[in-house]
């Protein structure tokens, strides 16, 4: 593939890329050492693990807490807003930007992944990738075991059924469930 751009620049791009350029495993493997760091922390130690996170991430929010195990592909793609809870074994593969707003609940083990694969067999044995980005808005709960797909956003106060897959971009203000995850009722106003 012809193009003059580093493989982090197509990455950052959403164009196809090789995942195992050497500056991208450096990248990598320094997040890495970063969540190997923080995953170590106990619940003791609030100020170490807040230090972690504000290394690692593009951004994180005051009152923001992530709770051990954590995964991610570099952590700089991601900026987390205020307010936020992710529970146990929240896995964000940041290859594309994910935003998280203000406020949202994360249940335990969920995954927000942003890589994509080639569907031609070739490419993909060639171990080119992409990525599309991820956007939840303020205020979401995902519940526990969501998985949200590449390119997908979510809308403000939106509640994801545990368990759903999210395939594409679900309004504010609804519950969606499911695999496809479907909307199934507006919340217009409530409280």
């Keep these: 593939m012809d193009d003059p751009r580093?493989?982090?620049?197509?990455?950052?791009?959403?164009?196809?890329?090789?995942?195992?350029?050497?500056?991208?495993?450096?990248?990598?493997?320094?997040?890495?050492?970063?969540?190997?760091?923080?995953?170590?922390?106990?619940?003791?130690q609030g100020p170490l693990r807040r230090q972690l996170l504000e290394q690692l991430l593009g951004a994180v929010g005051e009152g923001t807490e992530i709770r051990p195990p954590f995964s991610v592909d570099y952590g700089s793609h991601i900026r987390i807003g205020a307010r936020c809870f992710a529970?146990?074994?929240?896995?964000?593969?940041?290859?594309?930007?994910?935003?998280?707003?203000?406020?949202?609940?994360?249940?335990?083990?969920?995954?927000?992944?942003t890589p994509t694969h080639p569907l031609a067999p070739e490419p993909r044995r060639q171990k080119w990738e992409a990525a599309a980005p991820i956007v939840i808005g303020d205020n979401v709960w995902l519940g526990g075991g969501v998985i949200v797909l590449?390119?997908?956003?979510?809308?403000?106060?939106?509640?994801?059924?545990?368990?759903?897959?999210?395939?594409?971009?679900?309004?504010?203000?609804?519950?969606?469930?499911?695999?496809?995850?479907?909307?199934?009722?507006?919340?217009?106003?409530?409280?």
């Design 150 to 191: 590449p390119g997908v956003t979510i809308g403000a106060n939106t509640v994801v059924g545990a368990g759903a897959v999210v395939t594409r971009d679900l309004p504010a203000d609804v519950v969606a469930v499911g695999n496809p995850a479907r909307v199934v009722r507006s919340l217009d106003g409530e409280a």
């Design 6 to 44: 580093s493989m982090r620049e197509r990455m950052l791009a959403g164009a196809l890329y090789i995942a195992d350029d050497p500056e991208l495993a450096e990248r990598s493997a320094a997040a890495l050492d970063l969540v190997a760091a923080y995953n170590a922390t106990s619940v003791r």
């Design 87 to 113: 529970n146990f074994g929240l896995v964000a593969l940041d290859v594309a930007a994910i935003t998280i707003g203000d406020d949202v609940q994360i249940g335990p083990n969920v995954q927000l992944l």
